[in-house]
Protein backbone atom coordinates (compact mmCIF):
# COMPACT_ATOMS: atom_id res chain seq x y z
CA UNK A 1 0.00 0.00 0.00
CA UNK A 2 1.09 3.42 -0.90
CA UNK A 3 0.42 5.99 2.01
CA UNK A 4 0.79 10.05 1.40
CA UNK A 5 1.34 12.14 5.07
CA UNK A 6 1.10 15.60 4.56
CA UNK A 7 2.82 17.97 7.21
CA UNK A 8 5.45 15.54 7.10
CA UNK A 9 7.85 17.38 9.20
CA UNK A 10 5.44 18.37 12.53
CA UNK A 11 4.90 16.38 15.44
CA UNK A 12 2.40 13.99 14.23
CA UNK A 13 4.25 13.63 10.33
CA UNK A 14 7.44 13.15 12.25
CA UNK A 15 5.67 10.36 14.81
CA UNK A 16 4.56 8.74 11.68
CA UNK A 17 7.60 8.31 10.18
CA UNK A 18 9.02 6.99 13.25
CA UNK A 19 6.95 3.85 12.82
CA UNK A 20 7.46 3.12 9.12
CA UNK A 21 9.44 0.62 9.92
CA UNK A 22 6.71 -1.35 11.44
CA UNK A 23 5.22 -1.46 7.66
CA UNK A 24 7.34 -3.04 5.68
CA UNK A 25 5.01 -3.72 3.00
CA UNK A 26 3.77 -0.14 2.91
CA UNK A 27 5.57 2.73 1.10
CA UNK A 28 5.37 6.33 2.54
CA UNK A 29 5.89 9.19 1.23
CA UNK A 30 6.10 12.21 3.34
CA UNK A 31 5.24 15.88 1.98
CA UNK A 32 5.55 19.35 3.92
CA UNK A 33 5.92 23.04 2.74
CA UNK A 34 6.80 24.53 0.49
CA UNK A 35 6.98 21.49 -1.71
CA UNK A 36 3.52 21.00 -1.10
CA UNK A 37 0.76 23.02 0.08
CA UNK A 38 -2.64 21.30 0.73
CA UNK A 39 -4.40 23.94 -0.80
CA UNK A 40 -2.89 23.93 -4.10
CA UNK A 41 -5.28 22.05 -6.16
CA UNK A 42 -2.32 21.42 -8.71
CA UNK A 43 0.24 20.41 -6.17
CA UNK A 44 -1.78 18.30 -4.33
CA UNK A 45 -3.07 16.63 -7.44
CA UNK A 46 0.37 16.04 -8.95
CA UNK A 47 1.68 14.63 -5.43
CA UNK A 48 -1.44 11.86 -5.23
CA UNK A 49 -1.25 10.62 -8.97
CA UNK A 50 2.50 10.35 -8.65
CA UNK A 51 2.55 8.35 -5.70
CA UNK A 52 -0.14 6.07 -6.31
CA UNK A 53 -1.82 6.58 -2.68
CA UNK A 54 -4.37 4.15 -1.37
CA UNK A 55 -4.23 6.55 1.96
CA UNK A 56 -3.75 9.91 2.42
CA UNK A 57 -3.10 11.09 6.17
CA UNK A 58 -3.67 14.69 6.23
CA UNK A 59 -1.44 16.26 9.67
CA UNK A 60 -1.01 19.56 7.68
CA UNK A 61 -3.00 22.54 9.52
CA UNK A 62 -2.72 25.95 10.80
CA UNK A 63 -2.24 25.20 14.80
CA UNK A 64 -1.69 28.63 16.02
CA UNK A 65 -4.82 28.88 17.87
CA UNK A 66 -4.12 32.80 19.13
CA UNK A 67 -2.56 34.42 15.91
CA UNK A 68 -5.16 32.60 13.80
CA UNK A 69 -7.59 35.37 15.31
CA UNK A 70 -5.67 37.60 13.32
CA UNK A 71 -4.24 35.53 10.62
CA UNK A 72 -7.63 34.58 9.49
CA UNK A 73 -7.22 34.02 5.67
CA UNK A 74 -4.25 31.69 5.98
CA UNK A 75 -6.08 30.03 9.07
CA UNK A 76 -9.42 28.89 6.52
CA UNK A 77 -6.96 28.42 3.97
CA UNK A 78 -4.92 25.59 5.31
CA UNK A 79 -7.67 24.27 7.90
CA UNK A 80 -10.85 24.51 5.36
CA UNK A 81 -9.66 25.02 1.96
CA UNK A 82 -6.64 22.40 1.99
CA UNK A 83 -9.29 19.87 3.47
CA UNK A 84 -11.46 20.83 0.54
CA UNK A 85 -8.62 20.03 -1.73
CA UNK A 86 -7.57 16.70 -0.11
CA UNK A 87 -10.90 15.24 -0.13
CA UNK A 88 -11.72 16.15 -3.67
CA UNK A 89 -7.68 14.64 -4.78
CA UNK A 90 -8.41 11.54 -2.63
CA UNK A 91 -12.23 11.28 -4.56
CA UNK A 92 -10.81 11.48 -7.69
CA UNK A 93 -7.81 8.54 -7.20
CA UNK A 94 -10.02 6.57 -4.97
CA UNK A 95 -7.92 7.16 -1.82
CA UNK A 96 -9.06 6.85 1.81
CA UNK A 97 -8.36 10.20 3.59
CA UNK A 98 -7.29 10.14 7.03
CA UNK A 99 -7.99 14.10 7.54
CA UNK A 100 -6.84 15.11 11.94
CA UNK A 101 -8.91 17.42 14.00
CA UNK A 102 -9.33 19.50 17.18
CA UNK A 103 -10.88 19.04 20.45
CA UNK A 104 -11.26 22.98 20.09
CA UNK A 105 -14.56 22.32 17.68
CA UNK A 106 -16.32 22.16 21.04
CA UNK A 107 -17.42 24.99 23.14
CA UNK A 108 -16.12 23.03 26.35
CA UNK A 109 -19.27 23.99 28.30
CA UNK A 110 -20.12 19.99 28.60
CA UNK A 111 -19.98 17.89 32.17
CA UNK A 112 -18.92 14.72 30.55
CA UNK A 113 -16.79 13.69 27.78
CA UNK A 114 -17.51 14.55 24.20
CA UNK A 115 -19.10 12.27 21.77
CA UNK A 116 -18.84 12.54 18.24
CA UNK A 117 -23.03 13.27 18.30
CA UNK A 118 -22.48 16.17 20.11
CA UNK A 119 -23.03 19.32 17.80
CA UNK A 120 -20.10 21.20 17.54
CA UNK A 121 -19.62 25.37 18.83
CA UNK A 122 -15.91 26.64 18.62
CA UNK A 123 -15.27 29.42 20.48
CA UNK A 124 -12.50 30.47 18.01
CA UNK A 125 -11.19 31.22 14.59
CA UNK A 126 -8.53 27.85 14.73
CA UNK A 127 -11.98 25.87 16.13
CA UNK A 128 -14.21 27.04 13.23
CA UNK A 129 -11.78 26.69 10.72
CA UNK A 130 -11.06 23.07 12.12
CA UNK A 131 -14.94 22.24 11.63
CA UNK A 132 -15.17 23.46 8.48
CA UNK A 133 -12.40 21.52 6.93
CA UNK A 134 -14.46 18.31 8.47
CA UNK A 135 -17.45 19.60 6.80
CA UNK A 136 -15.71 19.84 3.28
CA UNK A 137 -14.75 16.57 3.78
CA UNK A 138 -17.95 15.22 4.65
CA UNK A 139 -19.22 17.01 1.41
CA UNK A 140 -16.77 16.03 -0.72
CA UNK A 141 -14.94 12.86 -0.27
CA UNK A 142 -15.98 8.85 -1.04
CA UNK A 143 -14.10 7.56 1.92
CA UNK A 144 -12.89 9.49 4.49
CA UNK A 145 -12.14 9.24 8.64
CA UNK A 146 -12.00 12.52 10.45
CA UNK A 147 -9.93 12.02 13.94
CA UNK A 148 -10.24 14.74 16.52
CA UNK A 149 -7.41 14.54 18.98
CA UNK A 150 -6.73 16.84 22.13
CA UNK A 151 -3.23 18.40 23.73
CA UNK A 152 -1.12 16.95 21.53
CA UNK A 153 2.59 17.01 22.19
CA UNK A 154 5.78 14.51 21.34
CA UNK A 155 10.25 15.39 21.47
CA UNK A 156 9.68 17.44 18.59
CA UNK A 157 8.41 20.73 17.77
CA UNK A 158 6.65 23.39 19.84
CA UNK A 159 4.35 22.19 22.14
CA UNK A 160 3.32 22.13 26.35
CA UNK A 161 5.97 19.38 27.03
CA UNK A 162 8.72 21.08 25.33
CA UNK A 163 8.01 24.71 27.09
CA UNK A 164 7.59 23.05 30.57
CA UNK A 165 10.69 21.28 30.02
CA UNK A 166 12.59 24.90 28.72
CA UNK A 167 10.75 26.89 31.60
CA UNK A 168 11.15 24.29 34.35
CA UNK A 169 15.19 24.30 33.85
CA UNK A 170 14.81 27.83 33.74
CA UNK A 171 13.12 29.62 36.17
CA UNK A 172 11.91 28.67 39.76
CA UNK A 173 7.96 28.91 39.87
CA UNK A 174 5.69 29.11 36.81
CA UNK A 175 1.80 29.61 37.14
CA UNK A 176 -0.61 27.21 35.40
CA UNK A 177 -4.03 27.06 34.50
CA UNK A 178 -6.16 24.39 36.26
CA UNK A 179 -9.98 25.30 35.04
CA UNK A 180 -8.94 24.10 31.76
CA UNK A 181 -9.36 20.50 31.60
CA UNK A 182 -8.70 17.75 28.85
CA UNK A 183 -6.84 15.11 28.27
CA UNK A 184 -2.57 15.21 26.87
CA UNK A 185 -1.67 13.06 23.50
CA UNK A 186 1.63 12.13 22.47
CA UNK A 187 2.06 11.94 19.37
CA UNK A 188 3.51 8.62 18.63
CA UNK A 189 0.36 7.18 20.44
CA UNK A 190 -1.62 8.81 17.92
CA UNK A 191 0.79 7.93 14.65
CA UNK A 192 0.60 4.45 15.77
CA UNK A 193 -3.64 4.77 16.22
CA UNK A 194 -4.11 5.98 12.34
CA UNK A 195 -1.98 3.65 10.95
CA UNK A 196 -3.74 0.40 12.92
CA UNK A 197 -6.80 2.02 11.41
CA UNK A 198 -5.14 1.89 7.93
CA UNK A 199 -4.46 -1.55 8.26
CA UNK A 200 -7.61 -2.55 9.20
CA UNK A 201 -9.42 -0.45 6.32
CA UNK A 202 -11.16 -2.70 4.20
CA UNK A 203 -9.52 -1.53 0.56
CA UNK A 204 -11.81 0.08 -1.91
CA UNK A 205 -14.04 0.38 0.43
CA UNK A 206 -15.95 3.80 1.28
CA UNK A 207 -16.28 5.15 4.34
CA UNK A 208 -17.68 7.84 6.28
CA UNK A 209 -16.42 7.79 10.07
CA UNK A 210 -16.03 10.39 12.61
CA UNK A 211 -13.40 9.26 15.53
CA UNK A 212 -12.25 10.55 18.61
CA UNK A 213 -8.73 9.75 19.73
CA UNK A 214 -6.80 10.85 22.92
CA UNK A 215 -4.90 9.44 25.71
CA UNK A 216 -7.12 8.34 27.95
CA UNK A 217 -7.92 9.75 31.73
CA UNK A 218 -8.53 13.44 32.63
CA UNK A 219 -6.32 16.32 33.47
CA UNK A 220 -5.53 19.95 33.44
CA UNK A 221 -3.29 22.42 32.30
CA UNK A 222 -1.83 22.59 35.99
CA UNK A 223 -1.77 18.83 36.51
CA UNK A 224 0.11 17.90 33.17
CA UNK A 225 2.78 20.49 34.02
CA UNK A 226 2.79 19.64 37.71
CA UNK A 227 3.85 16.10 36.37
CA UNK A 228 6.08 16.60 33.67
CA UNK A 229 7.99 18.58 36.63
CA UNK A 230 7.77 15.45 38.58
CA UNK A 231 8.70 12.73 36.31
CA UNK A 232 11.74 14.92 35.04
CA UNK A 233 12.69 16.01 38.69
CA UNK A 234 12.72 19.51 38.14
CA UNK A 235 12.22 22.18 40.96
CA UNK A 236 10.53 24.54 39.74
CA UNK A 237 7.55 24.77 41.65
CA UNK A 238 3.92 24.90 39.66
CA UNK A 239 1.14 27.48 41.12
CA UNK A 240 -2.54 27.09 40.06
CA UNK A 241 -4.23 30.05 38.30
CA UNK A 242 -7.47 30.65 37.16
CA UNK A 243 -7.60 31.22 33.14
CA UNK A 244 -8.76 34.57 33.64
CA UNK A 245 -5.49 35.27 35.26
CA UNK A 246 -3.41 34.00 31.97
CA UNK A 247 -5.41 36.00 29.22
CA UNK A 248 -5.20 35.09 25.33
CA UNK A 249 -6.53 36.22 22.32
CA UNK A 250 -8.04 33.32 21.77
CA UNK A 251 -10.77 31.97 23.88
CA UNK A 252 -10.29 28.11 25.04
CA UNK A 253 -12.93 25.59 25.72
CA UNK A 254 -12.65 25.05 29.95
CA UNK A 255 -13.41 21.02 29.01
CA UNK A 256 -12.38 19.56 25.94
CA UNK A 257 -12.01 15.54 27.61
CA UNK A 258 -13.09 13.23 24.62
CA UNK A 259 -15.27 9.77 24.73
CA UNK A 260 -12.67 7.59 23.07
CA UNK A 261 -15.59 5.00 22.79
CA UNK A 262 -16.11 4.72 18.76
CA UNK A 263 -12.78 4.09 17.76
CA UNK A 264 -12.10 1.11 20.25
CA UNK A 265 -15.22 -0.57 19.74
CA UNK A 266 -15.42 0.38 15.72
CA UNK A 267 -11.37 -0.14 15.11
CA UNK A 268 -9.62 -2.14 18.38
CA UNK A 269 -7.91 0.48 19.18
CA UNK A 270 -5.95 0.42 22.43
CA UNK A 271 -5.45 3.26 24.63
CA UNK A 272 -2.82 3.84 27.15
CA UNK A 273 -3.24 6.46 30.20
CA UNK A 274 -2.02 9.87 29.39
CA UNK A 275 0.06 9.28 32.76
CA UNK A 276 1.96 6.56 31.81
CA UNK A 277 2.38 7.27 28.27
CA UNK A 278 4.24 10.68 29.72
CA UNK A 279 6.63 9.14 32.06
CA UNK A 280 7.02 6.92 29.26
CA UNK A 281 7.92 9.84 26.76
CA UNK A 282 10.34 11.49 29.66
CA UNK A 283 12.38 8.54 30.53
CA UNK A 284 12.73 7.78 26.93
CA UNK A 285 13.82 11.07 25.50
CA UNK A 286 16.26 11.06 29.02
CA UNK A 287 17.91 8.11 27.86
CA UNK A 288 18.43 9.17 24.34
CA UNK A 289 20.01 12.02 25.58
CA UNK A 290 24.23 11.94 25.07
CA UNK A 291 25.57 11.86 28.50
CA UNK A 292 28.42 14.84 29.48
Known amino acids: MNILVTGGNGQLGTAIKELVALYPDWRFSFYDLPELDI ?5 VTDAVRRTGCKAIVNCAAYTD ?22 ARAAKAFGAL ?75 ERLDVVFDQ ?25 GYAGLYHYSNEGVCSWYDFATAIMRLRDLPCRVSPIESAGYPTPAPRPLYSVLNKGAIKTDWGVDIPHWYDTLADQLITSQANQPSS
Open 97 to 171: LVHVSTDYVFNGRACRPYTESDAPDPLGVYGRSKLQGEEQIAEIASSYLIIRTSWLYSRHGRNFLNTMLRLGAER
Open 181 to 205: VGTPTRASDLAGAILSVISRAEPGK
Open 65 to 86: VDRAETDQDRAYRVNRDGAAVL
Open 39 to 43: ASEEQ
